[in-house]
């Protein structure tokens, strides 16, 4: 018995003591592990022109390149081009907003009236050139965090271009197997949810439609909070373009959101299935954890990481607990077939 419980504060302690060591290493951990998985990505990539299309797998890794290449700049084109065009209209929207605040004074009650007002009259004081300011700032964050993406792009096609020819076997393997399933169907989800937002947007008018369904697709991978975050993204620019129609404004809101529950609810649990065998309660819970340590990047990796640490812990006797409790198979055997 005191040996036991000497073993589970050596866990605990040995758990602070990493997560301290993640959390202080971050700037160097960050790059390393997006990279991983983003080479996980493009390695089935590789792997579905070499079995699919009968490509040599040199050519198949240097189209892999090439097609990673062009994403990422295309992504890097459509954002700074967007927070360009923001940064151009801070004028326009700032007496747009200004407008949009007089309508609300006039239509408060007397009795609030007053203090209305008065808030409003804070906000005029706040310069369109402070505006201006704000989103160049806003600028050059974007740009900056698309120059490191293309760092760990850089990184990952390293790990691509130095893989082995030799097939994985063992943990790995199983781990690869995995998180590339879940990545696909990720991916495929992601990418269907981002071109149906965007061309809702598009059709109701919304400015800046390309953006906000590309920050759809890429939000996408956090879970639950993803999709709340990228439905309501629009909604401050909706507010202050004169254009859209108040039921255009609330269906830019609406359909959005209906896609991604429908999306995220019923489509996306019967493609993926439990292919990452975690509680959705775990997956909550990672998602706070590593969102703490490394921010939203952490939020993007949460669940594969976590996935990880579940197969790894069902490898060996005495962890295999701590998996069934992580795919909430509490008092549960070890699956069979999964050796220690």
Request: aromatic share 6%.
């Amino acid at each position: 018995m005191e040996s036991r419980v000497q073993t589970v504060c050596l866990v605990i302690l040995a758990a602070v003591a990493l997560g301290a060591a993640l959390y202080w290493l971050g700037p160097v951990m960050i790059p390393f592990v997006l990279a991983v998985f983003i080479a996980l990505g493009l390695d089935l990539v590789v792997e579905l022109q070499v079995r699919r299309l009968c490509m040599p797998r040199g050519v198949a890794r240097l189209s892999t390149t090439v097609i990673a290449v062009l994403f990422f700049a295309a992504v890097w084109w459509v954002l700074s081009t967007s927070v360009a065009q923001l940064a151009e209209s801070a004028p326009v929207y700032s007496m747009q907003l200004q407008a949009l605040l007089d309508r609300l004074t006039e239509a408060a009650p007397e009795t609030l009236r007053d203090e209305v007002r008065a808030q409003v009259a804070a906000l005029a004081e706040v310069p369109v050139s402070s505006i201006g300011s704000l989103l160049g700032r806003t600028a050059a964050a974007v740009l900056n965090l698309l120059s490191n993406a293309f760092l760990v792009l850089i990184f990952a096609l390293f790990l691509i271009l130095g893989r082995g020819e030799g097939r994985v076997d063992g943990t790995w393997a199983t781990i690869q197997g995995q998180i590339q399933g879940y990545l696909l169907a990720k991916t495929l989800i992601s990418a269907v949810t981002g071109a149906l937002v965007g061309l809702v947007l598009a059709v109701l008018g919304v400015p800046l439609a390309m953006t906000f369904g590309l920050l759809a697709f890429l939000l996408n991978f956090i879970p639950s909070i993803g999709s709340v975050v990228a439905t309501l993204l629009p909604l401050p620019v909706v507010i202050v373009t004169p254009e859209v129609s108040p039921l255009a404004a609330v269906l830019a809101i609406a359909l959005p959101g209906a896609i991604q529950m429908v999306l995220g609810n019923v489509v996306e649990p019967r493609l993926m299935g439990r292919s990452l065998d975690l509680h959705p309660a775990m997956i909550l819970v990672s998602l706070i954890f590593w969102g703490m340590l490394w921010g939203v990047v952490g939020m993007f990796l949460a669940t594969p990481i976590t996935a990880m640490a579940k197969i790894l812990c069902e490898r060996f006797e005495g962890s295999r607990p701590v998996a069934n409790l992580m795919a909430g198979r509490l008092g549960a055997a070890a699956p069979r077939g999964r050796p220690a």
